[in-house]
Nanobody, 117 residues
Framework: QVQLVESGGGLVQAGGSLRLSCAAS????????MGWYRQAPGKQRELVAT???????NYADSVKGRFTISRDSAKNTQYLQMDSLKPEDTAVYYC???????????WGQGTQVTVSS
């Protein structure tokens, strides 16, 4: 069973930066793709960023140019570097990791990011 552990959330001022980490452990499983969702109160869950096994990345328009997703495959760890943070970025951020054989999606526990104006 794969477990995802998130860290790096916190409270920052607008314009500041945070780096979120998501480490997968607990089983010898090859992870295909990884990414991040976020959810703010009263809003639907939003896909923030994804990264494939080939390191191809995609970003939501709202964070493009400010956020950077990366992965260390040897450590089964992904990162979300968040720069130029805005109050609108305030949310609980959830990482995920997907496998193909067997097909499954694993979720992190969530980490709170709060950006003050």
């Amino acid at each position: 069973q794969v477990q995802l552990v998130e860290s790096g959330g916190g409270l920052v001022q607008a314009g500041g930066s945070l780096r979120l980490s998501c480490a997968a452990s607990g089983s010898i499983v090859r992870i295909n793709s990884m990414g991040w969702y976020r959810q703010a109160p009263g809003k639907q869950r939003e896909l923030v960023a994804t990264i494939s096994s080939g390191a191809n990345t995609n970003y939501a328009d709202s964070v493009k140019g400010r956020f950077t997703i990366s992965r260390d495959s040897a450590k089964n760890t992904q990162y979300l570097q968040m720069d130029s943070l805005k109050p609108e970025d305030t949310a609980v951020y959830y990482c995920y990791a997907r496998t193909i054989v067997p097909s499954y999606t694993y979720w992190g526990q969530g980490t709170q990011v709060t950006v003050s104006s």
